[in-house]
């Protein structure tokens, strides 16, 4: 009878001959369940080279807290042509940026990120941090004044860029109303922005103060009128015809009361609060005529105590913009230091809001960059499951199963020799 | 000599050579130390402050090695111990010395032979002073042998020598910008010393300081930029060197040397006005009385000093449409310092005011600057009134207009511009063209004489006749005005004195003395005119300007009361005018805040050249600091922050000063925390 | 608080900041006569020392008398300025050589910057009349101040818009009238105010 240890020596000799066997036969049958390899965010572009080399039997998975590389999505996108299985899991964030100049003489750039709400979000230009924010309501926008070389925004390990395309190509603006002081120092206001104003403020019957070329509407000279006034009126049909093609619109005052088509809302009694000797000047301080009855798409954007202050509505292709001061040039003259400064930008500010701006040419190589979860999706196909991909063992190590061939013959001689046997 | 005496010749031979020994280990150890740190400067140069500590240190060593070596060889102080020593070198003694010096008995010593004692001690003291005098010597060597300027580097150490150390090597195709200097003298009136700066990059000195950046090499070829101007370098001796002056307005200089260049940039410091503060009186006053005295105090001060300082006043006499000005300077001093305290008074009496007079005070200070002008700084105004008896009184009254004789005075002045313009193009006019312009004037000024006549014949009794006439004068009028010339004549003829009413005259006649000279004055200027002499005629127009202004000595009060307060009715003036207004173009206005945003372009060009050529977007920061020295300061020291540490070699430090000064320039941008519903972001 | 125009008439300590009363309601009714522009009824008179004076960005300001600000009144006519107000002052002796002239040029020399004169083809001499330069005054040779005939108005210009206007006129005299009397001239002569006002309101 056999004893123990000879039926083991027996067993081992069997099990190294059988994982022989089972390598010699793996070599000459291709198995035709797939080899799967691996990665994750952070090796992904090292086995890039490798996975290149690999037959398209292969499945290439991948394992992503974030999203590669646009390159590396590409490389990937281009082995899924050549048969190779590519696939991925996890839960990258869905992260877009858009950056936008913005319409005013000064320049600068709008930043709007898409990310997913209670993320923080750190966005950059190749000078220094821009700033940050807490996403609270799916995105987060950001207004800055320059932008050096490329954006980019990161949320947790996930990084998204864009390149600022120019400024925006700028036409003049139209002041339009009875010769006051509101009139005057919008006008200026804007001048000083750098904006090509064209006034046209009344004084007398026949008697207007103009400047530059005879006044005509369109969006092939103007960007965007501005009324003060009631006097508006008389230029109604020719104001519709500029917004529905583009142009934008602003209605300071009680101007709204005199092309209701247009406004975003209907116009209520002015404001009048009591103002003191001593009261600094504030936007408002004075009160407004507040936004009333929003028409049919019309948007409140700020609201005081009082009512709303400020409404906006598409009309056709261009916005028009309802404002309810009517002498914001108080809080230029009267109000605290830097309110000239703060007075200027705010009225550019709300003329690049509606400003009619030819469209600029998207960059087409953009799309990797600035909204690369979108980007990977549509080279690799949505996220599939993490583990157990059915028809599929992870491949074994052929170094381990020759070791193991080996420990197997070593304990069998080994065996074998101490019991005296050769 | 015996043997006591000869110890004692021995002790001090010793001690000699202790002390010698100590100074030889003293100035080798200092010599030793100069050579090194020159040899180590000649390599790489080094900071005046480190030359400054190298220099304390080598004394301090002198010293410490010198003093060290001396008290290690004090022994030589003592009798016993230089017996001892002699003991040991001549054994045949056997102790008798020492015991002599113990016991103090020389009978041990009585017979020894010391003539061998000298010769060893000197001896000794020279083997003791070998070592050190070749160290010392070995040391002063290497600096004599140094290049000129490096041992005075280390044993004289100060700013502005740095073009003194010696190029290692000196290469032809080296830079002649290294090492460089920058030697300001300030304005003479500042007080202030000369400076030198080694190796500048960035010089401030005061507006109109001579600034002379120098070098060590040849000047062909090495040029100065600033702005559109250049200047070629000069050779002083063994130097380059370009001179300039310290304007008001900040400027770079670019130096190049065939393909080298270096920037300066100059910051001129602004001689600032005294600044003057009057603390009596302290605030406005009303007096019921011109009478007392009103203390006056004040203090200025000033950056470099206050070179004179005085009150000065101004009194205002009168009211209504009349007032007489007279203004003076009390209390004037010319201090020597920075700070001046004044103090005088004012005294009432003196101005001799009457109700209703007003008098402005204040407190003015000069200093010395003598090359933009020198800055005046001046005090608040204090007013002081004298109360009006009728102070309190509310009669509304509405002003009346000039008498009729001052309307006299009527283009008298123009006509004397007139004529002296016309006489100035004399020259250059044909005859006929000066006739014609001449005979112009001469009919202006006949109506003005027919205006003074009108005036002086109604108040002689005549009806007035109250209208300026054209044309010619009527026999009517001529008779009565020749009349009237006569009289003027006779009348002027008799007095020159000025008004008075004694001798006998009516008060209207004396009130018109004057008048009637001008009358004549003015008619022997209209003959001048009318043959074309408008030369001739002017003597005769000014003194009838002068008699006129006479005549107008008589005193006049207009009583003002409470202004009326008038309310308009809007509405039923509107639009009544008969005339029209006709619309006008408005001027564009230019940007106001151009210059901001070609800095933030420029900034940005610098940013992004910052990866790529780290050297040439240093240089461009410092030029642009230059041009944003006057409006943007903060962003100025933002960008000098960033600029210092780039040449440091410090990224991190550099970034946040980048991100600093683009802040300052731009602004802070505008965040929300979520996607905005209009392109707006308030 | 209204949006309509106010004729401003700027107060100071040193001096006789009131001596043109009936100016400011004549220059109102001026401006009702020719233009639209809505203007209230009565004018304000504004402290400079007073940060209320920024809200009244064109102020009328005359004298006899020395000019001297107050650190207070110097701060506001500079900030007065540099937001784009503007100051006219007009000299109410019309005399360069008298001292209301010297003090009062002074001040806006430290205060903005030194005053120069305004070529006879700016503006506002058509922004709404059309004028070859400033219109003499029948003061000018009165006999009193200097006698002469000033060619020129003086001016600070900020950005290319006058930021004070400075007349040696005498407009003062000129306009302090009732414009009840305006029935007995045969030209008005107030017309200069209406481009000053319009000018102010448009430029």
Redesign the interface.
């Known amino acids: 009878m056999p004893s123990l240890r000879s039926r083991l020596e027996m067993w081992c000799r069997v099990a190294a001959f059988g994982v022989l066997g089972w390598l010699l036969g793996g070599s000459f049958f291709t198995s035709s369940n797939r080899r799967i390899e691996r990665a994750n965010t952070q090796n992904v572009a090292a086995h890039l080279e490798s996975w290149t080399r690999a037959p398209s039997t292969t499945t290439l998975h991948l394992d992503l807290t974030a999203v590669p590389e646009t390159w590396v999505v590409d490389w990937l996108a281009a082995l899924r042509h050549s048969n190779h299985l590519v696939n991925w899991s996890g839960s990258p964030p869905a992260v877009a940026l858009v950056t936008e100049p913005v319409s005013d003489p000064e320049g600068g750039v709008r930043i709007d990120i898409a990310a997913p709400t209670g993320a923080d979000v750190v966005v950059r230009d190749e000078g220094s941090l821009i700033d940050s924010a807490r996403i609270s309501a799916l995105g987060a926008t950001m207004l800055t004044p320059i932008a050096i070389g490329n954006v980019t925004a990161t949320v947790g390990s996930q990084r998204v860029g864009a390149t600022p395309i120019d400024s925006a190509r700028l036409k003049s603006v139209v002041v339009i109303g ?8 919008i006008a ?1 206001a804007l001048e ?1 922005r750098g904006w090509a104003v064209t ?1 046209h ?5 026949n ?1 207007d ?1 103009t400047q530059g070329a005879p006044l005509i509407i369109d969006t092939a000279r103007v960007s965007a009128v501005i009324a003060i006034d009631t006097s508006i009126r008389s230029h109604a049909a020719e104001l519709e015809r500029f917004v529905r093609s583009g142009g934008g619109l602003i209605l300071a ?1 009680p101007s709204a009361q005199s092309l209701r088509a247009l406004a975003p809302g209907s116009v209520g009694a002015r404001t ?1 609060p009591t ?1 003191h ?1 001593a009261d600094t ?1 504030r936007l408002g301080t ?2 407004f005529y507040p936004v009333m009855s929003l028409n049919s798409g019309g948007v409140p954007l700020d609201r005081r105590s009082d009512g709303v202050v400020l409404a906006a509505r598409r009309v056709g292709a261009g916005r028009v913009l309802q404002v309810g001061y ?2 914001s ?2 809080w ?3 109000g605290a230091p830097g309110s ?1 400064r703060a007075h200027r930008e705010w009225w550019s500010r709300l003329v690049a809001s509606v400003a009619y701006v030819p469209p600029a040419a998207p960059n087409s190589n953009e799309g990797g960059t600035a909204a690369p979860l979108a980007h990977m999706v549509d080279r690799l196909g949505p996220a599939q499951a993490a583990v157990n991909l059915s028809g599929e063992r992870p491949p074994v190590d052929r170094r381990l199963l020759l070791a193991l061939i080996l420990t197997l013959l070593i304990v069998e001689w080994g065996s074998r020799r101490l019991r005296g046997l050769k | 000599m015996n043997a006591m005496t000869q110890l004692r010749v021995v002790r001090v031979i010793l001690a000699i050579g202790a002390l010698l020994r100590g100074i030889a280990w003293g100035l080798g150890a200092a010599f030793t130390l100069f050579a090194g740190a020159a040899l180590i400067d000649l390599a790489t140069p080094l900071s005046l402050d480190t030359r400054h500590l190298i220099l304390a240190v080598a004394v301090v060593s002198a010293v410490s090695v010198g003093a060290s070596m001396c008290w290690r060889d004090r022994g030589v102080l003592s009798l016993e111990r230089v017996a001892m020593w002699i003991e040991e070198r001549l054994p045949s003694l056997e102790y008798t010395l020492v015991t002599a010096v113990e016991t103090g008995n020389v009978s041990y010593v009585a017979g020894v032979k010391t003539d061998r004692w000298r010769p060893i001690a000197i001896r000794r003291s020279g083997r003791a002073l070998r070592t050190p005098l070749v160290v010392s010597v070995a040391a002063f060597a290497i600096l004599l042998i140094l290049p000129g300027g490096a041992v005075a580097r280390m044993t004289l150490p100060h700013a502005g020598d740095s073009i003194e150390r010696a190029s290692v090597g000196g290469r032809s195709t080296a830079s002649r910008l290294t090492p460089m200097i920058a030697d300001v003298v300030p304005p003479r009136y500042t007080g202030e010393k000369p400076t030198s700066v080694d190796e500048p990059r960035d010089v401030r000195a005061i507006v109109g300081s001579a600034l002379t950046i120098s070098g060590r090499g040849d000047a062909k070829g090495i040029v100065a930029r600033m702005g559109k101007d250049s200047v070629a370098a000069t050779q002083r001796g063994d130097r380059w060197s370009i001179a300039m002056s310290v304007s008001t307005k900040a400027f770079a200089i670019r130096l190049t040397d065939r393909s080298f260049e270096r920037i300066v940039a100059v910051e001129p410091v602004i001689d600032a006005s005294p600044s003057v503060v009057l603390s009596a009186p302290a605030h ?1 006053s009303v007096l019921r009385t011109p009478k007392g005295r009103i203390p006056l105090a004040a203090n200025a001060t000033d950056d470099f000093g206050v070179v004179s300082a005085s009150f000065e006043y ?1 009194v ?1 006499s009168g ?1 209504g ?3 007489k ?1 007279k ?1 003076g300077v009390i209390g004037s001093q010319k201090p020597t310092g920075k700070s001046v305290s004044l103090s005088s008074a004012l005294s009432i009496d003196s101005l001799e005011l009457k109700a209703g007079d ?1 008098v ?1 005070v ?1 407190a003015v200070a000069r200093d010395a600057n003598d090359v933009s002008g020198p800055g005046i700084g ?1 005090s ?2 204090r ?1 002081i009134r004298i109360a009006r008896a009728d102070e309190y009184d509310s009669v509304a009254v509405d ?1 009346a207009g ?1 008498a009729d ?10 006509l004397i ?1 007139l004529a002296e313009a016309l006489e100035k193009r004399r020259p250059s006019l044909r005859r006929d063209t000066l006739v014609g312009e001449s005979r112009r004037i001469a009919s202006d000024q006949k109506k003005l004489r027919r205006t003074v006549g009108d005036v002086v014949f109604t108040r002689l009794g005549g009806d007035p006749s109250g209208e300026e006439h054209t044309g010619e004068e009527s026999p009517t009028r001529a008779k009565t005005m020749e009349e009237m010339l006569a009289r003027a004549d006779s009348a002027t003829n008799q007095s020159s004195d000025p008004i008075d009413f004694e001798g006998g005259e009516s008060p209207v006649v004396a009130v018109n003395k004057p008048l009637l000279e001008a009358y004549n004055a003015m008619w022997s200027a209209s003959t001048e005119l009318e043959i074309g002499e408008p030369g001739r005629a002017l003597p005769h127009m000014r003194r009838a300007l002068e008699l ?1 202004e006479k005549a ?1 000595k008589a005193e006049r009060i207009y009583l ?1 009361g409470a ?8 509405s039923r ?10 619309a ?7 940007a ?1 805040d151009s210059a901001a945003h070609s800095r933030l372009i420029r900034f940005a060009n610098i940013v992004d050249l910052v990866q790529r050529d780290q050297k040439s977007a240093i240089d461009s920061l410092l030029v642009l600091r230059i041009d944003a020295l006057a409006d943007e300061p903060s962003f100025a020291s933002a960008l000098s922050d960033a600029a210092d540490a780039m040449r440091r070699g410090r990224a991190n430090e550099a970034s946040i000063a980048l991100a600093r000064a683009r802040r300052t320039l731009a602004g802070a941008p505008v965040a929300r925390d979520s996607l905005a519903r209009w392109s707006i972001v308030p | ?1 209204t ?3 106010v004729f401003a008439t700027a107060q100071y ?4 900041w ?2 043109a ?2 100016l ?2 004549n220059i ?3 401006i ?8 209230a ?2 004018g304000a008179i504004v402290p400079l020392g007073d ?2 004076m ?2 009244y ?1 064109l102020i009328y300001m005359t004298g ?3 000019v ?1 600000f ?2 207070a009144e110097r701060r506001n006519v500079k900030r ?1 300025v ?4 503007l100051l006219f002052i007009d000299d ?2 019309h005399d360069v050589d ?2 209301f002239h010297k ?1 009062a040029t002074e001040e806006i020399a ?1 205060t903005v910057a030194p005053l120069a004169e305004l070529p006879n083809n700016h ?1 506002l001499y ?5 004028f070859d330069g400033p219109p003499t005054t029948a003061h000018e ?4 101040g ?4 000033h060619k020129h108005l003086m001016a600070v210009e900020r ?3 006058i930021g004070v206007l400075y007349s040696s006129k005498d407009y003062s ?1 000129e306009w ?1 009238y ?2 009840d009397s305006k029935r007995f001239l045969s030209v ?1 002569n107030t ?1 200069f105010a ?1 481009n000053l006002v ?1 000018y ?4």
């Open positions: 009875d010769a006051g002081w509101e009139g005057k120092f200026s000083e006034p403020f009344s004084v007398a019957p008697v103060v005052g009048r103002v000797p000047m004075t009160g009517d002498d040039w108080r230029r003259m009267a000239e | 406005d101004i205002s009211e449409e009349t007032f000005f203004s007003i402005h204040r001046v608040e105004t007013t002003a000039p004789a001052e309307k006299s005075v009527i283009s008298e002045r123009m511009i006129i107008r003002r202004p009326p307060a008038v309310v308009i009715d809007v003036a509107r639009l009544k005018g008969k005339d029209k207004g006709s006008s173009t408005r001027r564009a206005l230019s106001a | 608080m949006t309509e125009f300590d040193s001096g006789d009131d001596s009363p009936l400011p309601a109102i009714d001026t009702a006569r020719y233009t639209e522009i809505t203007v009824p009565t940060d209320r920024l809200r960005p006899h008398l020395p001297r107050s650190d007065f540099e937001r784009g107000g109410h002796n008298g001292t003090t430290r503006p058509s922004a709404f009349f059309k040779l009165n006999g009193w200097d006698n002469l005939v950005n290319g818009r005299s302090n009732h414009p008005d017309k209406v319009v102010a309101l448009t430029a």
